[in-house]
């Protein structure tokens, strides 16, 4: 399945349970570098007025970004039950494509599109869109998988480590470059460390493209460690 195909995305954000269920545990068994952490601290840096969060998801940063920073923040999914979790958070927040954003020219100090990108179509389309919405010298910060993600949870389970993406550590800063002035990529790497077979077990059943490989999770005899790896791009705007 590739993660840029329409329907894969449509069935994938359709519901939030499998969502929820790799945020939640990420997010407590991460150590190091945490993405979303560091996604966050650069929006703070430019304690900006207005902020879109493209590819909102359940809109847990829109949120954040909101309450903490005091910034006027709309939203965008491309999936109602995303939308309608996010509005009930209190965030102005829409249906729409980033392919044909929904706002005028020169709208936000930052534009925040993190783990969304590769799953757009036509990327270079969806870039020029976030360049024209953001103002001059505003900010684009947008994450992706690295190249070596969990490297070695899916070789103990046989399958393949992440590449192919649209969108990625090593394509992301030339995508960008053509429709802004300069790009920066910051690395967030840490390890994930799952305490025991069955912790493992659930986070693969939920997640996108091998959930197949739930099965295959062997008994372990000690808590499993595998390494974190994202990469989060920082464009300024011309």
């Known amino acids: 399945m590739k993660l840029d195909n329409p329907l894969v995305v449509q069935w994938e954000y359709a519901s939030e349970e499998r969502l929820a269920a790799r945020n939640a545990t990420y997010r407590a068994l991460v150590e190091g570098t945490n993405p979303e952490e560091l996604t966050f601290e650069l929006v703070a840096e430019r304690s900006p007025q207005d902020v879109l969060d493209v590819g909102c998801g359940m809109g847990e940063l829109a949120e954040r970004i ?46 925040v599109a993190n783990w969304v990108l590769y799953h757009v179509p036509d990327l270079d389309r969806g870039v020029r869109e976030l360049a024209r919405v953001l103002r001059p010298g505003g900010r684009l910060i947008a994450a992706t998988v690295g190249p070596d993600h969990m490297a070695e949870l899916w070789e103990l389970l046989g399958g393949a480590a992440t590449s192919g993406l649209s969108f990625d550590h090593d394509n992301g800063a030339a995508l960008l470059g053509a429709h802004f002035g300069a790009v920066e990529r910051r690395e967030a790497n840490g390890t994930v460390v799952f305490p025991d077979r069955e912790t493992v077990r659930v986070f693969v059943a939920a997640t996108t493209t091998r959930s197949h490989l739930a099965d295959n999770v062997p008994e372990l005899s000690e808590p499993f460690r595998t390494r974190s790896a994202h990469t989060v791009f920082v464009a300024e705007q011309r």
């Open 66 to 111: 909101a309450r903490e920073l005091g910034a006027r923040v709309q939203a965008l999914d491309i999936s109602e039950r995303m939308v309608e979790l996010t509005r009930a958070r209190g965030v102005d927040v829409v249906l729409g494509d980033v392919q044909q954003l929904p706002y005028a020219d020169d709208s936000f100090d930052v534009v």
